[in-house]
């Protein structure tokens, strides 16, 4: 939420059968052909009753299987992960490129701005989220892409912003050691208001897929071991030419915040994204809205 105007403040979002005995029976000595008789009953009998209690069996568990036959089938494996796909295994797998997978609303006529101004805005406001998250110099720590987008009268602030406490508030910076195994993927949205000085307030809610290359633990292993995912929701403000000075003309960063998932706390809060440095198994079983752009930042796992 804003702490001054125009500039954001951020905050981390922060598994019966006789039993026991046998019948003994006082039996009469008997002719011996007629206790084999009496043996080849009982061993014809046997098999039936074996047949009778398979049928039981099937009657109460609703199955027509034969038991023995399951319990020697094979236990389905899940299928081995690609290695050379980090986003394999996960919601994320089916994603698109950063620049793809975020959707513009239909520009409309919005206060006092046309259709097609607002189209514009919504164009410049795309350009400028991918330069702060996407962008291969801003990941590596030079801003500059991002700064000279935004209005000339905010950028010396928030570049002092970026270089301080509130990196990840602004752009998005890979940790030492660390580089895209992958290209950003990323699912968002835009939405447009306006403000009470007649500007356009663009809000961004967009989830990025960062598949890093780099440190990690070798007993680390499953789907989505390589991921970090930023869920980043925050608004950029447009002023209007008429009645404002030229160096007010451009992006204003505005209120937001963020959540992340899977990655390493200290360089987080630092702000770098990197991988955790302690062994991680299977991140996403169980996490898997932490990748749809809909989930609310404070739903995300407690962690940084």
């Keep these: 939420m804003p702490t001054q105007p125009g500039y954001r403040y951020r905050r981390s979002a922060v598994t019966e059968a006789r039993h026991g005995q046998d019948r003994v029976v006082a039996v009469r000595r008997r002719p011996r052909r007629k206790l084999i008789g009496t043996l080849v009953v009982i061993l014809l009998l046997v098999p039936a009753a074996l047949l009778a209690a398979k049928s039981l069996f099937s009657t109460m568990t609703g199955s027509v299987t034969d038991p023995e036959l399951v319990a020697e089938s094979p236990v389905p494996t899940t299928p081995s992960l690609n290695p050379n796909d ?33 189209a514009a805005v919504l164009e410049k406001t795309k350009t400028v989220l991918l330069a702060a998250r996407t962008d291969p110099k801003v990941l590596g720590g030079d ?43 990323a699912v968002g949205s835009l939405t447009v208001t306006t403000g009470s000085l007649a500007q356009l307030v663009v809000r961004a809610d967009v989830v990025w897929v960062y598949p890093l290359a780099g440190p990690l633990p070798e007993a680390s292993k499953g789907a989505g071991v390589r991921l970090v995912v930023l869920h980043t929701v925050e608004s950029y403000e447009w002023f209007p030419s008429k009645g404002f000075a030229d160096e007010d003309q451009g992006a204003r ?8 998932f899977n990655a390493d706390c200290p360089k987080y809060l630092q702000g770098a994204l990197a991988l955790p440095e302690t062994p991680v198994k299977d991140p996403v079983e169980g996490n898997e809205a932490v990748f749809i752009a809909t989930t609310p930042l404070t739903s995300f796992p407690t962690g940084c």
């Design 86 to 118: 980090p986003f394999d295994g996960t919601p994320a797998l089916n994603y698109t490129p950063a620049e793809q997978g975020i959707t513009l609303p239909d520009a409309t006529k919005t206060g006092g701005w046309s259709s097609k101004e607002v």
């Design 143 to 185: 801003s500059s892409a991002y700064v000279d987008a935004l209005a000339p009268n905010v950028r010396s602030q928030v570049k002092k912003e970026i270089t301080g406490k509130d990196t990840l508030g602004y752009v998005t910076n890979l940790g030492p050691g660390y580089t895209l195994a992958k290209p950003i993927r």
């Design 253 to 260: 960063p505005g209120a937001g915040e963020r959540a992340v």
